[in-house]
């Protein structure tokens, strides 16, 4: 990634750290590099995002045991990634337990952004 500003610092400088005033800026331009340009479109305008945080933050007890079961599948998936000898079996079921958790959270998600997006359009 480019330093914006350069590395001599300056007003910029903050742009080079991974928090600060220039992070929405670089996360912006990483994600039209790996989606493509139909990324900008692809945004609720901001009063429905503040309905679906708040929907997801209300539903934290829900999604918070599905968000740790993944980062323990994780770290499993790379425990057994570095073991040696390799074992590529256990590593691809690894992968695939990774796959049904992410499947899973996802669908509680899209069912909680969905149920958002239905209680607002009846309001309407």
Do not use: K
Not at 11 to 21: Q, T
Not at 28 to 36: E, Q
Not at 56 to 76: C, G, S
């Amino acid at each position: 990634m480019a330093l914006i500003g350069g590395p001599w610092g300056g007003p910029w400088s903050a742009c080079n750290r991974p928090s600060g005033p220039c992070a929405g800026l670089r996360l912006r331009a990483l994600r039209a590099d790996l989606l493509g340009p139909a990324a900008e479109a692809a945004f609720f305008p901001r009063d429905i995002r503040q309905a679906l945080r708040a929907a997801l933050a209300a539903e934290r007890d829900t999604l918070l045991p599905d968000l740790h079961a993944l980062a323990r599948i994780r770290a499993q998936l790379v425990t057994d990634a570095m073991a040696r000898p390799f074992d590529r079996a256990t590593v691809e079921a690894d992968m695939a337990l990774l796959r049904q958790q992410a499947d899973r959270l996802l669908a509680t998600v899209q069912g909680i952004v969905a149920d958002t997006l239905e209680a607002r359009a009846r309001q309407e």
